[in-house]
């Protein structure tokens, strides 16, 4: 249900956008970011979505498609790409929005548009040296095991392999995301602290000034709970996810699919959710069409 709710979310944001795109022949550098941040977490979760499916109505087609470890680099691939545009997004609202006397973001704030674009090909860079790695490790590990297994005085078994490249993936995963995630972190502190900041300079001056009375203190509030609810869906999703893959090999495949399907369903789509309802362009767009789809129904 998540998943289907999610390829809905996404797809509209990119769908929404890529109108938009067609139609004024220019996107602004957020809607170029949340474009590709929906696309990613689109094609993430379209992609489980049609593994949960193929499990249970062709079991034959599902595990034909599960080796060489297909699925483990699809996914490795897909959720990488989708937390470093994430924590893209957040470098975004950090620079744009805080306020900070520091020259580092007097050097970025002008220019931070044209460097957009070499961010998300950073962000596929980094994605996709992280998926390279994984599958020449994954692809190693594959050829030992089975010279170890040939070797009568050392047999291996399935279930040790399964735990071997439970490791490798929690490793690879755990190496691959930390960088992101970083980031992320980084900029969401830094963001919450400049409006923290602004928001008691504000008081500050109503105190003082009685007459004073600042209407964006409520606005300011707001987009610190979202910053906060951001981090904390972000490090939630990580940290599930991370779980999630070092318990793998103990589950059947029915669980495995559960587990996982759980575990990177919720934050997508609560987090594009909310960036759908704090967008006047794409709220406005989705309330447009709830009320088109009430009135069919009735």
């Given at each position: 249900?998540?998943?289907?709710?999610?390829?809905?979310?996404?797809?509209?944001i990119v769908g929404l956008n890529c109108i938009y795109w067609v139609k004024f022949r220019t996107l602004?550098?957020?809607?170029?970011?949340?474009?590709?941040?929906?696309?990613?977490?689109?094609c993430l979760q379209l992609f489980l979505s049609l593994n949960n499916f193929l499990y249970k109505f062709?079991?034959?087609?599902?595990?034909?498609?599960?080796?060489?470890?297909?699925?483990?680099?699809?996914?490795?691939?897909?959720?990488?790409?989708?937390?470093?545009?994430?924590?893209?997004?957040?470098?975004?609202?950090?620079?744009?929005?805080a306020t900070f006397n520091l020259s580092v973001f007097n050097w970025l704030k002008p220019k931070l548009?044209?460097?957009?674009?070499?961010?998300?090909?950073?962000?596929?860079?980094?994605?996709?040296?992280?998926?390279?790695?994984?599958?020449?490790?994954?692809?190693?590990?594959?050829?030992?095991?089975?010279?170890?297994?040939?070797?009568?005085?050392?047999?291996?078994?399935?279930?040790?392999?399964?735990?071997?490249?439970?490791?490798?993936?929690?490793?690879?995963?755990?190496?691959?995301?930390?960088?992101?995630?970083?980031?992320?972190?980084?900029?969401?502190?830094?963001?919450?602290?400049?409006?923290?900041?602004?928001?008691?300079?504000?008081?500050?001056?109503?105190?003082?000034?009685?007459?004073?009375?600042?209407?964006?203190?409520?606005?300011?509030?707001?987009?610190?709970?979202?910053?906060?609810?951001?981090?904390?869906?972000?490090?939630?999703?990580?940290?599930?996810?991370?779980?999630?893959?070092?318990?793998?090999?103990?589950?059947?495949?029915?669980?495995?699919?559960?587990?996982?399907?759980?575990?990177?369903?919720?934050?997508?789509?609560?987090?594009?959710?909310?960036?759908?309802?704090?967008?006047?362009?794409?709220?406005?767009?989705?309330?447009?069409?709830?009320?088109?789809?009430?009135?069919?129904?009735?």
């Amino acid at each position: 249900m998540q998943l289907s709710a999610g390829v809905i979310a996404n797809g509209f944001i990119v769908g929404l956008n890529c109108i938009y795109w067609v139609k004024f022949r220019t996107l602004t550098s957020y809607d170029m970011i949340l474009t590709s941040l929906a696309f990613s977490r689109f094609c993430l979760q379209l992609f489980l979505s049609l593994n949960n499916f193929l499990y249970k109505f062709d079991p034959d087609i599902f595990y034909a498609f599960q080796t060489p470890n297909l699925f483990l680099v699809v996914w490795i691939f897909m959720n990488q790409v989708s937390l470093c545009f994430a924590s893209c997004l957040s470098v975004f609202y950090c620079v744009k929005i805080a306020t900070f006397n520091l020259s580092v973001f007097n050097w970025l704030k002008p220019k931070l548009s044209k460097l957009v674009p070499w961010l998300l090909l950073g962000s596929l860079l980094h994605s996709l040296i992280t998926t390279v790695v994984f599958t020449f490790v994954s692809y190693f590990f594959e050829i030992t095991s089975r010279n170890f297994t040939d070797h009568p005085s050392r047999n291996i078994t399935i279930t040790d392999k399964r735990k071997n490249l439970a490791k490798i993936v929690f490793l690879i995963h755990s190496i691959g995301s930390g960088f992101p995630l970083s980031l992320f972190i980084a900029s969401s502190g830094l963001l919450i602290l400049s409006l923290w900041k602004h928001i008691r300079k504000m008081n500050l001056n109503s105190d003082f000034n009685p007459s004073f009375r600042n209407p964006s203190t409520e606005a300011h509030l707001r987009a610190i709970k979202s910053v906060l609810s951001f981090l904390f869906l972000y490090i939630m999703y990580f940290a599930v996810s991370t779980v999630t893959i070092g318990i793998l090999s103990h589950f059947t495949d029915e669980w495995k699919i559960i587990m996982f399907s759980f575990g990177v369903a919720a934050y997508p789509f609560v987090h594009s959710t909310i960036l759908i309802l704090g967008n006047p362009k794409l709220k406005q767009a989705s309330a447009k069409i709830l009320h088109s789809a009430n009135c069919c129904f009735r």
